[in-house]
């Protein structure tokens, strides 16, 4: 089967919400990001939807749903591993702004409070499930770019769960096979935001 992984498109900055976790919608470009996407997946097979419970991943899923006439499914075990901070800066944000700051989370782990390992073997766990509800299918899940990291870092071997900066809207696919077998097929397709430099955020 082909499990496609598809980052959620720019949502809104939070700063803070008195401890309530930010949950942000998309921004004004992220919407149009996720227009795109959905007209650039148009063509494409796709059997189900998974989606993160976080605003900004059910937003993106919305045109790509509302044109094939799917129902996303919502799955918790994808959620990003940041789910209850109640600040939400986009990362591109804040590597323009604080480069220091941007620097040493990802040198350091990202958010060091989070158990990043427990978060990579609940999303591996969580795939695999997609996985085996979907044999021989083509299967889109709208998630998260720590998502992404922990399901390619587990599929590539590399130690390090945080390994790449995956971009909004991007699309990064996977082979599996019923024999057990996991492989990349691409990582952080861009191609619907090309011409648009206004929405290549």
């Known amino acids: 089967m082909q499990l496609i992984l598809i980052r959620h498109a720019l949502p809104e900055r939070v ?89 040493e989370l990802v040198d350091g782990g990202w958010y060091l409070e989070n158990d990043v390992e427990g978060f990579r073997r609940d999303v591996i766990r969580t795939l695999e499930a997609v996985i085996e509800e979907n044999h021989g299918r083509h299967v889109a899940v709208v998630c998260h770019g720590g998502v992404i990291n922990a399901w390619s870092s587990h599929v590539l071997g590399i130690e390090r769960i945080f390994h790449f900066d995956p971009d909004y ?16 097929a691409s990582l952080n397709e861009t191609a619907h935001l090309r011409g648009h430099p206004d929405l290549n955020r």
């Not at 499914?73 to 789910?83: K, T």
């Not at 809207?169 to 990349?184: N, P, Q």
């Open 15 to 103: 700063e803070s919400v008195g401890g309530t976790p930010a949950d942000p919608p998309l921004s004004e470009v992220g919407r149009a990001q996720a227009e795109k996407l959905a007209a650039w997946l148009a063509d494409e097979r796709v059997d189900a939807l998974y989606v993160s419970p976080m605003r900004r991943a059910r937003e993106t899923v919305a045109p790509i749903a509302k044109g094939r006439g799917l129902e996303p499914r919502v799955v918790e075990g994808i959620a990003e591993f940041d789910r209850d901070s109640d600040v939400y800066i986009p990362m591109e944000e804040l590597k323009a702004r604080d480069y220091d700051r941007w620097k």
């Open 169 to 184: 809207t991007s699309v990064s696919r996977f082979l599996a096979a019923r024999s057990g077998e996991r492989s990349l």
